[in-house]
């Protein structure tokens, strides 16, 4: 199949205003954030002309480099829904899509960056693994915190103060190494460029 985009970046979150500051968002915030400093605007599924699978999901179109950003609409748990036919509709190798995600393994603010592996819990990424069928595709990990106590309310809470001074920074240096890897398609130099920058945290 000719590819119809060149790289497709996912971020993963919740829909709604309710959840639109929660932990398990942050994923959309750092599309967001790549997609202001761009000068792009998210637009309905309706605008991706000749697409006619899926349809809940928001995208900006890059052309330089030429890259689509996708906030899915599902609920996180169901992302895979979303990801799997964009992918087959662009023409794409998993090798060329990235997903952003939450993560509890690491702290608040930290930023992972890994060619391939496991869900490691988190079910946006799971349903993603099932619907892809493989495991084989970039993935941008932003920290979030362990819960003290219960992982689904914590996941849906919001940063305290403190912490959201340090989100900001690590969101903004998020989007940065969104963009590296929609340049060049290549994580392994994405990695070697902003690992050496990134503070070290559990779970790396």
Not at 4 to 10: E, S
Not at 31 to 60: C, N, V
Request: charged content about 25%; glycine content about 10%.
């Amino acid at each position: 199949m000719a590819r119809t985009v060149g790289r497709l970046v996912f971020g993963l979150g919740n829909p709604g205003p309710d959840y639109a500051d929660t932990r398990h968002n942050v994923g959309f915030r750092v599309l967001d954030h790549l997609a202001l400093h761009e000068g792009l605007l998210f637009e309905p599924s309706s605008a991706l002309a000749g697409y006619g699978g899926p349809r809940a999901f928001q995208a900006a179109r890059i052309h330089d480099p030429d890259a689509l950003l996708v906030k899915p609409e599902t609920f996180m748990n169901l992302s895979g829904d979303v990801v799997a036919p964009l992918v087959d509709w662009a023409g794409l190798e998993p090798r060329d899509v990235l997903v952003v995600y939450d993560d509890m393994d690491l702290s608040v603010a930290d930023l992972r960056l890994r060619p391939w592996g496991g869900a490691g819990g988190q079910k946006g990424m799971r349903s993603i693994i099932q619907t892809l069928e493989t495991d084989r595709f970039p993935r941008l990990r932003v920290g979030i915190g362990r819960a003290p106590t219960d992982a689904a309310r914590h996941v849906l809470s919001t940063f305290r103060p403190e912490e959201e001074v340090e989100m900001k920074v690590s969101i903004a240096e998020a989007a940065e190494a969104v963009l590296f890897f929609l340049r060049t398609g290549d994580i392994e130099r994405c990695m070697t460029r902003f690992h050496s920058r990134w503070k070290p945290g559990p779970g790396a």
